[in-house]
């Protein structure tokens, strides 16, 4: 574990206590740092792996103007330092580099778990190490969790229904995916690391909570990740050809990423429960409506190429979300062209500092 150079150089009071523990090769440990004895906290502590990322960073912005303090770890595989630059001399805010493949620990209220690549060009590109990043981010946060009594927050996904027979999706269904396919690294490590977190609740007595996120947007993500609303803005932003998959008629539900943090914080305040619960816009979209919007939206000139349909890509997809309604008292409010129009702004200003 290392220190991200972009910390504060001089910590105004002392940290508080992380360690790894290393398998393999058996090193002297590694023991980084703290201290800061939980009897004199008077805010929580939560830490937030994949925090420098596009959800972790919204995520990080909603605890620590709720009053936590916040610990985050990332690799920086996708996630990116400029997605936390405004907490530089923020005393409620510390960042770890650090993987969650390997073990951690520190004495938190909560461990909200986001680290992993999200999108297919990135968790394809090392499906190995996507599985592990699954299966044994959830593990090492469930220990946490277990060690210290925190409650425990699993960023799951509507990937664990795969290519739905049900629609729209309940959390009751239990899915139709490829175990063996080119997605199955991030479907099946995702599935798997709820299995974890049920298991930890049963034999542990673990708080968990799950979320099973569907399709998220906003200022923040990375404009190169082929994920469809950033990749449609920054084509017609650019005047560039508008890449369709298939033939279009393909439909997702798009959820403005400031939703999905009230659908966070409500699921993981203490009227909360464990879920697994769907966070997701409801609102159905095909992709070429989409195109359309972001087309009027943006002024953009950009014409359509259609490519052939990726292996294993889900026809439809739409989050059943009476669960979330009823338990939590929680819709979407932001529509697809509000969101739009923020996330367009969002990506104007990064187009033009490039
Ligand atoms: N964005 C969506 O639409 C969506 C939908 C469903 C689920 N999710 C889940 O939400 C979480 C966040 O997604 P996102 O869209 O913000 O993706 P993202 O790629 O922007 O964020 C993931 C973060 O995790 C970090 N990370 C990856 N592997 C790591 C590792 N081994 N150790 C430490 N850090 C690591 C990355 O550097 C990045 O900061 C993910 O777990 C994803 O599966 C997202």
Redo the contacts with the bound molecule.
């Keep these: 574990m290392t220190r991200n150079p972009t910390r504060r150089p001089k910590p105004r009071h002392p940290r508080r206590v992380v360690q790894t523990r290393r398998t393999p090769p058996a090193k002297p440990q590694r023991k980084t740092h703290v201290m800061r004895p939980a009897k004199h906290r008077t805010t929580p502590l939560a830490l937030v ?9 919204h995520l990080c912005d909603r605890l620590i103007a709720d009053g936590f303090e916040v610990l985050c ?8 330092a400029a ?1 936390l630059q405004h907490f530089k001399h923020e005393p409620r805010f510390d960042l770890i580099t ?4 390997e073990p951690y620990d520190a004495r938190v209220a909560r461990v909200y ?7 297919p060009v ?2 394809q590109a090392d499906p190995i ?2 599985y ?3 299966i044994l ?1 959830a593990l090492h946060a469930l220990e946490v969790g277990r060690r210290h009594g925190a409650r425990v927050f699993q ?5 664990v229904y795969g290519d739905p027979e049900q629609h729209p999706q309940q959390e009751s269904y239990w899915g139709h995916v490829n175990p063996i396919g080119i997605r199955a690294c ?1 479907d099946e490590g ?1 599935r798997g690391a709820e299995t974890l977190f049920f298991d930890y609740a049963r034999r542990h007595k673990t708080d968990i909570r799950v979320a ?6 906003g200022p ?3 404009p190169n ?1 082929g ?1 469809v609303v950033s990749n449609f803005i920054v084509q017609a932003l650019a005047d560039e050809p508008f890449t369709i998959y298939g033939d279009g008629s393909q439909t997702r539900s798009f ?1 403005y990423v400031d939703d999905l943090i009230d659908g966070i914080m409500l699921l993981t305040s203490d009227a909360g429960i464990p879920g697994p619960v769907n966070l997701g816009n409801p609102s159905e979209f095909t992709m070429g409506e989409l195109a359309d919007k972001v087309l009027a939206l943006t002024g953009s000139h950009s014409h359509r190429v259609f490519k052939a349909l990726p292996s294993d890509d889900p026809t439809r997809r739409r989050p059943d979300i009476s669960l979330a309604q009823q338990k939590l008292g929680w819709s979407p409010k932001v529509s697809l062209e509000e969101g739009l129009l923020r996330t367009i702004g969002y990506f104007r200003s990064v187009m033009s500092i490039a």
């Design positions: 792996t994949g925090g420098a990322g596009f959800i972790g960073s770890l990332d690799n920086f595989y996708t996630g990116s997605n650090h993987d969650v493949v778990n986001l680290a992993c690549p999200a999108s990135h968790y190490k996507t592990k990043t699954s981010g960023a799951s996904t509507s990937e991030y995702k099973r996120i569907f399709n998220t947007y923040r993500m990375l990740d994920r959820c």
